[in-house]
Structure formats: C-alpha cells, structure tokens
Nanobody, 121 residues
C-alpha cells in the first residue's frame, strides 16, 4: 500500500530552523507535482509550497523568502527547509502528492499522516 511518511518536525524557538522530509513508499513522486500543506489548531488546512515535476516552485505568501521546497526523485523524497520560523508557523505539516492547481488554489487528495511543528515565542 502506497504511503507518505513525514519526519523532522519538533519544537523550535522563533527565528530557528527545521527541515522536514517526506518519503514515499509503494509509489513514486517522479512525474508528479508534490508539496506541503499545514493545519493550525482550529483552522483549515492550508497550502504552504509545491514543486512541479520540472522543478518549478510556488509558495504561500506567508512563507515566501523563508521556506524552500525541494525534491529528490532518486530517493523518492521531498523536503521543506523552514528558516526564520515564527509562532504563526505552528501546526501539523502534511506532505502531499499529486498536487493540482484549480480555480486559484492548490489541492491534493493524497496525504501523509503529518508531523507537528511548534514554534515558541
């Protein structure tokens, strides 16, 4: 059964950095747009970043200049480097495969279980 498994979350002080990883098993990322979403307590899941098959990237305005998404198709893994973290970045971060852009927003139906990121002030 195909799975996405995130890792790298944790507790960090404001201004710090974390690097999230997402490894796929039972399927490949190659040829698909992949990305990261997050969900803060009491809020809906929101788009964070995506990287397309050709390497083009897109970011939510709230993370531009601070977060960097990358992919290694040989390892079937994607990454999210998060710098200058803020308390408002706190949430569960989900890896997503088969990310699509439709009607002005990004969507996916293929998620990992998520990894908690907590940024203290």
């Amino acid at each position: 059964q195909a799975q996405l498994e995130e890792s790298g979350g944790g507790l960090v002080q404001a201004g710090g950095s974390l690097r999230l990883s997402c490894a796929a098993s039972g399927r490949t990322f190659s040829g698909y747009a992949v990305g990261w979403f997050r969900q803060a307590p009491g809020k809906e899941r929101e788009f964070v970043a995506t990287i397309r098959n050709g390497g083009d990237t897109d970011y939510a305005d709230s993370v531009k200049g601070r977060f960097t998404i990358s992919r290694d198709d040989a390892k079937n893994t994607i990454y999210l480097q998060m710098n200058s973290l803020k308390p408002e970045d706190t949430g569960v971060y989900y890896c997503a495969a088969d990310v699509v852009y439709w009607s002005g927003a990004y969507y996916s139906d293929y998620w990992g279980q998520g990894t908690q990121v907590t940024v203290s002030s």
